[in-house]
């Protein structure tokens, strides 16, 4: 059983209780945690007392789509009472005295947190190898990233550790690993999710998403944590059902394929993988339509501005004074934030924090932030463009599969680049789903993208689902 | 060599809303240390700002009573810096998009002070200081309390000047129930940028600017200060140094602070967190409406309404809880001028130095010692002792008029006893009466009055004297 609406079928016709459920996927952790590393933080007793609750509330015929699910959370969204270190050293003992929104809506719903999974550290990372804690692997080949930052909630769900989870995606951290790990992930419209609780990186650019096996189940856990959240001023009063065109057929409809993804540093693999996607559509009767970009060449550059930016302040909190990590017998306020900041950060999260702050500098600002800004105002026009003429587009998720362990981190550059096919999407604040469509001659999986304007969240999940049903998935030898 | 002052203000006002302007935390001043927070004000991992639309409200009455032109749309900047007051790391501010622009205040002198802008902003917490165990202490109750902060341009011409700008601003904001303007709780306080520049010259000097000044003895005495040192570095042909200042109250002396303190870059960016504000035409007339009297209205009506002379009209305004009990009681017992007078006198006296703000009995019984003076019912210099006895002891005005014998009851055979005794007596002043010594006349009213005390009113006496007079 891999997908929610299976398990909520066996929970509900009392063939499988929440407990024994739970009880399954705790046994499967405490097997294969420390070689996959999916977990920062398993929560063993709290799970078996929800899941203890969800059974009850499932005897009285009370449960809804979500009780009783087992579901693992990334360790930026705050759980009252439960540790929750964003991947860093300086959160380590960090316990929030609160429940991020989508929280408080799960646990209504009477989810079962399986425990908090790591992630790249502040979600500043490609591979989530920038963690503190126990490294994410891929399930499908251990020695290859599982991609990130989402990486601990992608593998929890291609490694059979949960049956779903939740992600953050700033530029691409749900939709890469999602890819990487073989997986369905989604981010969902900018403003359709609360913000309330998850750790902030980029704040323009950052949204809670699911992770599963299905596009369906994706849309399950979207329709439950959607919704204005009078504690996020940027969420926005529209409610969605993002089911609701699912198994309505695509005929007539049309499919931007936007040239300039399918163009230099995309793998030969992928980049095929992606076109037989594009005929499989075309095979249901959907039109494909050439649309271009021009401006995606400068998108990296002004994500890593904009995201980097954002973070240098988001982060300054960090100081040392009210909690987190705090550097030893400092000898006066300035030390203590310096030392505290210099030891509880590591490299990549200095990294982005001094490249954010440079672009914020007075002298600096009109020639770096404006001009990210003018280059996100021009994605807007290019998008909209785009979604005038095509109801979704279809893009590669990465250009590459997985790649090794050890490859890239030195090359930070290099590893930013790779953003490329997933950054305009948070960008310009529109849904895009990551969907499995092959294997390569490795066997590592490979992802495509179907994005849709902002507000058409529930189109770029009937894409991805016609694909599903049809495309044979392959799961991870554990 | 002769200079001019050149002074601009940038005054910061606590506005009085209930809860802070980025989180639903009390914002009232004071309570025990971190008591009035939540994971928002206290910055905790993940934690997001919302918009409390009672303090856009407020900061968009302070720009219409200003004259403010009101921007239609208005957005938050974040303004970065460390300190352990302010949990963040950064302060939500206006950078370009201010909520009000171009305002002016009119001032005494005849100057106008144009206002540059009034932004909404959230205020940092207090540190508390423990020298003997060389510790510092973070209290975030007034973490995100909202701010207004009203910048002038550089027209003010004075100390004084600089004293009536913050004092006029400080008793509108009061008018407008927007801020109670407490200088000495810090929920108004000033920063003053000053420079000299040669008598008559177009070209603005170096300026220093003098940070949160917080009662207006030492607004006036550090601008004095300010003046005599530029002055005596630029008559010895010196240069000005910008920079930040601080003024010390016991010494009566400024000096500058760390040049750390100076070197900040904000690196403002524009809030990702809380979404631009817009106004339409009606959301702005609708808070027009909303608008009380301001004290130069107040001062017109009661002018033109009530017929005050001009100085006692200003005065009653100078105070808004002042010129609400003296509305009070006139609306109970509309006798404008008769109530301002015991009022000017009587009241004003009495609470002009204390900071309590009120008056310890109400309009009510205010208006019913007018009308017991009015009528005769007590005389004009025992409603006045009455008046005393309310702000000493408290009591009803009537009980403490009979308890202490103060009614008047009007014995018309007593009158007429006494003054046909009296006359017959001094047939020799009522000659010279008639012959024109209008003098003595006085003197048969002070002689009356003394007698008949607590048996006639000065009016009674007086309308009988003339009438026997006249025989």
């Not at chain 1, 490795?442 to 770029?460: E, L, R, T, V």
């Not at chain 2, 004075?158 to 000495?184: P, T």
Request: glycine share 6%.
């Amino acid at each position: 059983m891999r997908t929610i609406k299976e398990a909520r079928q066996m929970l509900d016709e009392k063939k499988i209780s929440s407990v024994e459920l739970t009880e399954e996927y705790l046994k499967k952790i405490k097997a294969n945690n420390e070689k996959l590393g999916a977990y920062i933080t398993v929560c063993e007793e709290d799970a078996i007392a929800q899941a203890k609750k969800a059974d009850e509330k499932i005897a009285k015929g009370e449960a809804s789509s979500l009780t009783g699910i087992p579901m693992a959370i990334k360790d930026n969204i705050c759980t009252m009472g439960i540790k929750t270190t964003c991947g860093s050293k300086m959160l380590e003992s960090y316990i929030p005295p609160y429940n991020a929104t989508v929280m408080e809506k799960l646990n209504a719903e009477g989810i079962v947190t399986l425990g908090k999974t790591s992630m790249d550290e502040f979600a500043m990372g490609g591979s989530s190898q920038t963690c503190y804690y126990n490294k994410p692997k891929n399930p499908f080949n251990p020695t290859c990233v599982p991609g990130g930052s989402s990486g601990g909630s992608a593998v929890a769900v291609s490694g059979d550790m949960a049956l779903c989870s939740l992600g953050s995606d700033t530029g691409g951290s749900i939709r890469q690993p999602a890819a990487f790990c073989g997986i369905t992930g989604m981010k969902p419209t900018y403003g359709s999710v609360s913000r309330f609780g998850l750790v902030a990186f980029g704040s323009s650019l950052d949204q809670i998403g699911p992770f599963a096996n299905s596009a369906q189940d994706c849309g399950t856990i979207l329709n439950v944590i959607s919704g204005r959240d009078k504690n996020d001023h940027t969420s926005r009063d529209i409610k969605l059902d993002f089911n609701a065109l699912v198994g309505e057929d695509i005929k007539g409809k049309k499919i931007g394929i936007p040239k300039e993804f399918f163009g230099e540093g995309i793998d030969e693999e992928v980049k095929a993988s992606v076109m037989a996607v594009a005929d499989f559509y075309k095979s249901k009767g959907a039109e494909l339509v050439e649309v271009s970009m021009p401006t995606l060449k400068y998108a990296v550059s002004a994500y890593y501005l904009l995201a980097c930016a954002e973070a240098s302040s988001n982060l300054s909190r960090y100081d040392g004074v009210k909690y987190g990590y705090r550097t030893d017998s400092p000898l006066s306020y300035d030390e203590l934030v310096k030392k505290s900041r210099s030891e509880g950060f590591g490299d990549e999260v200095k990294r982005r924090i001094l490249l954010g702050t440079y672009a914020l500098s007075s002298g600096y600002y009109d020639a770096y932030y404006k001009k990210a800004m003018a280059v996100r105002q021009q994605f807007r026009r290019e998008q909209a463009e785009i979604f005038e003429k095509c109801d979704v587009m279809l893009t590669p998720t990465a250009p590459t599969v997985a790649y090794g362990l050890n490859q890239n981190i030195d090359d930070p550059v290099k590893m930013y680049l790779a953003d490329i096919c997933t950054v305009t999407a948070n960008i310009v604040g529109i849904p895009s789903i990551s969907v499995p469509c092959g294997y390569d001659k490795n066997g590592m999986p490979i992802g495509f993208s179907i994005s849709a304007k902002q507000f058409d969240d529930a189109k770029a999940i009937q894409f991805a689902d016609i694909y599903e049903r049809e495309f044979e998935r392959k799961y991870a030898n554990i | 060599m002769k200079f001019d002052t050149v002074i601009g203000l940038e005054i910061h006002a606590e506005l009085s809303t209930n809860a802070k302007v980025f989180c639903s935390c009390s914002a009232e001043f004071g309570g025990a240390p971190n008591t009035h927070i939540c994971p928002v004000c206290t910055a905790q991992p993940g934690a997001l700002p919302i918009i409390n639309q009672s303090a856009v409200e407020f900061a968009i009455r302070a720009g219409l009573a200003f004259g403010c032109e009101i921007n239609r749309y208005s957005r938050f900047d974040r303004k970065n810096y460390f300190y352990p007051d302010n949990p963040k790391a950064y302060q939500i501010s206006q950078l370009d998009l201010p909520l009000c622009i171009n305002g002016k205040i009119e001032l005494s002198t005849g100057n106008v002070v144009r206002i540059n802008r009034i932004h909404l902003e959230e205020d940092a917490g207090k540190l508390v200081h423990d020298d003997y165990h060389n510790q510092s202490w973070a209290d975030f109750n007034r973490c995100s309390v909202p701010l207004i902060e009203i910048v002038t341009e550089p027209d003010i011409k004075s100390a004084e000047e600089a004293a009536e700008v913050v004092s006029k601003i400080g008793l509108y904001l009061k008018y407008l129930g927007v801020c109670d303007a407490k200088m000495q709780e810090g929920s108004i306080r000033a920063d003053v940028n000053i420079s000299l520049k040669p008598a008559g010259s177009d070209k603005l000097g170096d300026r220093a600017e003098l940070k949160n000044m917080n009662s207006m003895r030492s607004i006036i005495r550090a601008i004095e200060y300010e003046v005599e040192r530029q002055a005596e570095i630029l008559e010895d042909g010196g240069v000005v140094k910008q920079e930040t200042r601080r003024f010390d109250d016991a010494m009566g002396t400024t000096s500058p602070m760390r040049t750390k303190e100076n070197a900040n870059d904000y690196r403002y960016f524009p809030e990702p967190d809380v979404l631009a504000i817009t106004f339409t035409e009606e959301d702005i007339e609708n808070a027009k409406a909303r608008i009380p009297l301001l004290p130069h209205e107040r001062v017109a009506k009661y002018v033109n309404e009530y017929k005050l002379t001009d100085e006692d009209a200003r005065v009653i305004t100078l105070e808004k809880y002042l010129s609400d009990f003296y509305d009070e009681t006139v609306a109970i017992y509309p006798e404008y001028k008769n109530v301002a007078n015991l009022f000017l006198t009587e009241i004003m006296r009495r609470v002009k130095d204390t900071e309590a703000e009120e008056i310890p009995f109400s309009a009510q019984d205010f208006a019913k010692v007018v009308e017991m003076a009015d009528k005769n019912t007590v005389n004009r210099n025992d409603a006045k002792t009455i008046i005393r006895i309310m702000f000493e002891e408290g009591g009803d005005p009537m009980e403490i008029a009979k308890a202490n014998g103060f009614i008047v009851t009007v014995d018309t055979s007593a009158i007429s006893d006494f003054i046909d005794n009296l006359l017959k007596e001094r047939a020799d002043l009522v000659e010279d009466y008639h012959n024109g010594k209008q003098n003595v006349f006085g003197f048969f009213m002070g002689q009356a009055t003394r007698a008949l005390t607590g048996k006639a009113t000065p009016m009674a006496i007086k309308q009988y004297l003339e009438d026997a007079l006249k025989k």
